[in-house]
């Protein structure tokens, strides 16, 4: 059976890890590239690294960062922040990410999605989607339900008047191989996802969407997974607080009965001595 | 004979992440996409992602479609992954906006299908390959372990015995191919944890008992 994934997320910038909710008490949390090493061990299923790098040479330090990931770790990687052209998408992939996250760049040209899904494969496009709900009153939404969410880019700070379900039904449409999904409300709060917009993303595309945002308690991802429909959860401030582990996780979600895959019990090393 | 596995650079796949792997797996891989240095090698690694139709006509093109059956024919250890091994057989239901017939290497007989529509398609995510049958690939792994699948299309190949492994994902499907020296794995081994490795390094074996 298809398990359901636990995906932690790095925030890097300028080749470092750093922890802090969206730009504001920003910390220097280590090494991407140990990190990722750290969490593989630990039995995440995928990795995301989210470029934060305001500069130009941005681009430099986080192709370098995958490089070095790809030579220890061997799990998918995904890798996002900036991303605005093919060039870029296919650098990222040949030094070794598996799949690249579109944001802003897809909403400001969505045909960024349909090339990258055709000169890759839609399975290396994600489209991450910030969205925040608004009211119903707001009169250019067409949503026949009561529940409205708006999605926006730039990093969650420019409101872009587009409905969550028509975009995500045109990115799907565009080749756009799986949703990271993000709630701006929920996110940080640790109170738990927005299960309706989940719920609501989830029963429009039939491609897998990946819930971000809001996860504080390990009923919170039994929610996401179960009545908001995710297929995958991302893992950022209730892994990075240090609360709780990818095992506390895995072995939460597997005893309420989900499919989930172990972590590994040896090491890459341990292999090559069997030899 | 100087022992030498190529992967093959079928310009549509992450090759550094099955370069990586495969070292990893402590074996010495050269890429190459020159059907003659192919045609010389000792074994062969043919890993393959995007679509179907774009990476036949890039075989084609690059003439490593005749040097791929020449090695597989003359008994050499080959290994396809994922398009790679969608690849060896002999076409796909995948089109992508061409009247051209799309057909494989036919070194499998049967097809490509797209998962049904009430699934999620793709098929992304950890997901566990069961070996149906004996088989030095799966040599440690005979109970059925996790590997990371990230596809579309399933093969169904029209000879049974050379199903190698099956998955559940809606239905059983043929997750893993071999017949004789030539073995495809829909799922990515260098992706797949330490699952993967041991099955890149139960490659390595084959090869080293080749000799």
Redesign the interface.
Known sequence: ?????IIPCLDVRDGRVVKGTRFVNIRDAGDPVERAGFY?REGA?ELVFLDITASVEKRRAIVDVV?KT??AV???LTVGGGINSTDFMQEL??????KVSLNTAALEHPRLIEEGA???????IVVAIDARRVNKQANFFRSASDLCWEVYSHGGRTPTGRDVIEWVTEAEKLGA??ILLTSMDADGTLDGYDLELLAAVTSTV???VIASGGAGKLEHLYEALTKGGA??VLAASILHFGTYSIADLKNYLSKRGLPI??A?H???SD??EE? | MMKKLIIIDSGSANLNSVYKAVRAADLNPVVSDNPKNIKSATALIFPGVGSFYHAASEIRKKGLDGAIVEAVSSGKPFLGICLGMQLLLSGSEEVFGSDQPLTGLDLIPGFAKRFPDHLTVPHVGWNIAKPEKPSLLFSGLEEGDYFYFTHSYYVLPSEQNHTLAKTDYGQKFCSAVQCNNLYGVQFHPEKSGLAGLRLISNFGKIIADQQ
């Open positions: 059976m298809l398990a359901k994934r593989s299923d490089r790809a030579d061997f799990i998918p992939l040949q030094s070794g990410a598996d055709k000169q890759f494969g839609s399975q290396c191989g799986e039939k491609i897998p297929h995958a895959r172990p590994d040896q090491g890459y292999l090559r030899k």
